[in-house]
């Protein structure tokens, strides 16, 4: 029996449950019922007084559209993500993998947006005064007049806030926060709960706009996920490939502006560098193409990004063959498997197959499967593709290549970047390269072993 006003909070999806189970009911993970003693029980409302109640002033929807101010913090690629800016008030959650480079990422956003003149804090609660100083000094980024404080006193954070005015406050982690109203521990969803709520009330109330960091825990997930990615006005991620030195900065909410938005940075010894071009940067310009590879012309947000697929089909040594897929969905490549084996007659069902985007970039776009295609193709009839050829198209079920949005913003960038053709199901007319027009799969698959391009 559960202590009085104890609760089991699910530390996977937040659900509360009055018994200890091994399996949450809610979202049937296992072991992640941990026992929180609750100030009130969950679901009942604060006591209130009884007072009279205003009517509503409904609007119409005609009315001017204002559009909300910005902070801009001097750094694009970030500005990008967010819609143009930070929106006073707002409230951000920055969720990636630990040593993604959150930390070092936020660190540049406020040195930046303070040498522009915005009041900027940073609050650490995982990381000495000395080691967030040494960080800047090595990043050139000392002279900003950024507030430095260490604290995981939520209480204390909160007065502070209250005190002194800023435009900016970074909270580096939620995870590390703990609030005095719980008894669960710093971490648990009791605590990023609260500590998130009484954050973003803070940050509407005085105007503040708060970055919440957010470690993604290994399922792929923020911790506490559900609880605060509804509290707050845009979550961000940030990602990378382990080896690469690309992090991708990516929208997953904004009510503030667009999500489909990405920042490209490059982590060197100062720090990230942005990327303003990332095509030139993904792609490997120099020397032959070899079999196997073929590059994409993908738009990622608003932006034109090349980058190379890279397969390689070998004999299996064992009875089952390997999948193995990185930067791209292993169920498109099952897809995409099925279509050549099913409508092309070129079947790879008993060879592991190996597909990789090159740069440690992911690709979701479904313009993407022609190239993977087009690659695995390459690899499995030993044919390099074309040095100057780029490829794009989406393919269904019936082996039909169908074309996609924004060919042309496509094909221009391809041309900026020197590639002479496409292998696409798009208009030749007016286009800035040559295109080999591609309809079905069958025939593009047919061109490749031959060396058809014409
Ligand atoms: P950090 O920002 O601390 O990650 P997070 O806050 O997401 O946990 O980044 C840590 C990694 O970044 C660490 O592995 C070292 C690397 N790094 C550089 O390569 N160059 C730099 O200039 C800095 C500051 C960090
Ligand atoms: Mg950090």
């Known amino acids: 029996m559960a202590r009085d006003g104890a609760v089991y909070v699910c530390q996977t999806c937040g659900a ?110 995982e990381e000495a005064i000395e080691q967030v100083r040494g960080r800047a000094q090595r990043m050139g980024l000392a002279d900003a007049p950024v507030r430095l404080a260490t604290e995981t006193s939520l209480r204390d954070i909160l007065d502070s806030l209250k005190r002194e005015r800023f435009d900016l406050v970074i909270i580096d982690s939620i995870q590390t926060m703990w609030s005095d109203a719980h008894e669960a521990a710093p971490g648990s969803v009791t605590q990023v709960r609260a500590a998130a709520g009484e954050l973003v009330r803070l940050a509407k109330k005085q105007g503040v706009a708060v970055i919440l960091v957010g470690h993604v825990t290994k399922e792929g997930t923020i911790a506490g996920p559900r609880v605060i990615e509804h509290m707050v006005d845009a979550v961000l991620s940030f990602e990378g490939e382990r080896g690469y030195p690309f992090r991708v900065l990516r929208g997953a909410k904004n009510r503030f502006g667009a999500t489909d938005e990405i920042g490209v940075f490059e982590m060197g010894d100062s720090g990230l560098a942005e990327v303003r071009n990332p095509s030139a940067l993904f792609l490997d310009t120099k020397g032959e193409r070899a079999a196997g590879a073929a590059v994409f012309a993908g738009i990622e947000g608003s932006r034109p990004v090349l980058v190379e697929f890279q397969a390689l089909v070998a004999p299996s040594a064992y009875g089952t063959p390997r999948r193995a897929v990185v930067g791209w969905d292993s169920g498109r490549l099952a897809m995409v498997l099925a279509v050549l084996e099913a409508r092309c007659g070129l079947g790879l069902g008993n060879r592991d197959v190996y597909l990789n985007v090159a740069g440690g970039l992911r690709i979701t776009e479904p313009a993407a499967d022609l190239a993977a295609a087009a690659a695995l193709a390459s690899s499995a009839l030993d044919v390099a593709l074309p040095q100057d050829c780029v490829v794009f198209g989406e393919i269904s079920l019936s082996g039909d290549v169908r074309p996609v949005g924004r060919s042309e913003t496509r094909l221009k960038e391809a041309a900026k970047l020197g590639f002479r053709r496409a292998f696409a199901p798009a208009d030749p007319d007016g286009a800035p390269l040559r295109i080999t027009n591609v309809t079905r799969l069958g025939d593009a698959i047919r061109r490749i072993g031959e060396g058809d391009w014409d």
């Open 16 to 125: 509360v449950q009055s018994k200890w189970a091994g399996q949450c009911p809610a979202c049937s993970a296992w072991n992640s019922l941990v026992e929180e003693v609750q100030s009130r029980p969950p679901g009942a409302l604060a006591p209130t007084k009884a007072t009279k109640s205003r009517g509503l002033s409904f609007q119409g929807l005609e009315d001017e559209v204002v559009a909300p101010p910005r902070i801009a913090t001097g750094i694009d690629e970030f500005d990008r993500v967010c819609g143009g800016g930070i929106v006073p008030g707002s409230a951000i959650l920055l969720g990636g993998d630990p040593g993604v480079g959150k930390s070092t990422l936020l660190l540049q956003v406020v040195a930046s947006a303070a040498r522009l003149g915005a009041s900027c804090a940073y609050i650490s609660g």
